[in-house]
């Protein structure tokens, strides 16, 4: 299926969707995405958390993921050419190893990465002397990531969590992972299951935060469900049991540190409305500032002129 097609097609593929913490109320505030897709997003008026509106069914979000066309639109790198690009020397430290450092024994400390694509992640943990295991659902990047990084990587499946149940890890990490999911907050249960009172979650988000790393129009996109601020993530993990201990900025967006402690909690966060208004709107104010002094530029023809030089 080439992009018009599923442009066209994309609303009939599509069923409703509510905000994570169960409130109906929200405001548009977007109807298409970066390919010009009509999705809707909004912001809950309840957490403040940005989401689509309209979402691809299971199967037909499946079959997105795994069609040539997810690919395409996110670049045109085949698998190989995508996993030696981001080959990792060895020993190197990462924004996710020194993260992780603080929290793992000096040697043979156990790291799961759920959602590894090819285990580039995992290169400076292994190269540090930890155990690891990747965790994803591509059967093309598993195989070129074991091929070429010699790690250990397997094919998520509906037992791997039971699998896992005897296995204890230090860190488990999720990184851009969540926001494609439906419902996040199931996966973070699930895996609290093979989580002990010390295992410590790394969890990477594009978050509205980094709308200046994509700009505003890019930033909106089909592949995504959810986009996260610091506060509307923090809320979901209560709702998920979790306790929030740090947050970094990384590039893309944060990364949340999190365990699996506490009884699930769900309350409104005005702060988080707030937060999520106040940062679109600079963003956006920002966009439409540049794009009309683009057009004043282009009318006086000082555009052409600065382009050449």
Known sequence: MDIQTFRSTYSSLTEPFICLCGSKISIPIKPKERFEIPIT?????????????????DKALDDFYTSPLYRSLYGSLSVQDHIDKLFVPNKSETALWKIAKPYLPNKNGSVLEW????????????????NVLGLDVSVPYIEAGKKTYGLDLRLINDST???????????????????????????????A????????????????????DYGFQNYFTVAHIHYFSKYSFASTLKRSGFSLLEVHRTHGGLTFVAKALNKPVNRPDIKGVL????ILSSFYASYKTRQTLKKVLKATGIYRLIRKS
Do not use: M
Not at 41 to 54: E, M, Q, R, S, V
Not at 275 to 278: C, E, M, P
């Open 41 to 57: 997003f909004g912001i809950c008026l309840k957490c403040g958390h940005i989401y689509a509106k309209n979402v691809l069914s």
């Open 115 to 130: 959602g590894s694509s090819g285990g580039w992640n995992l290169i400076p943990f292994r190269d540090f002397g930890h």
């Open 161 to 191: 969590i039971d699998e896992l149940a005897d296995q204890k890890f230090d860190v488990i990490i999720l990184n851009h992972v969540l926001e494609h999911l439906t419902q996040p907050g199931t996966l973070l249960t699930q895996l």
């Open 193 to 212: 299951k093979i989580s002990s009172k010390d295992t410590v979650f790394l969890i990477g988000l594009p978050t509205i935060e980094a709308i200046r």
């Open 275 to 278: 937060f999520s208004f106040a």
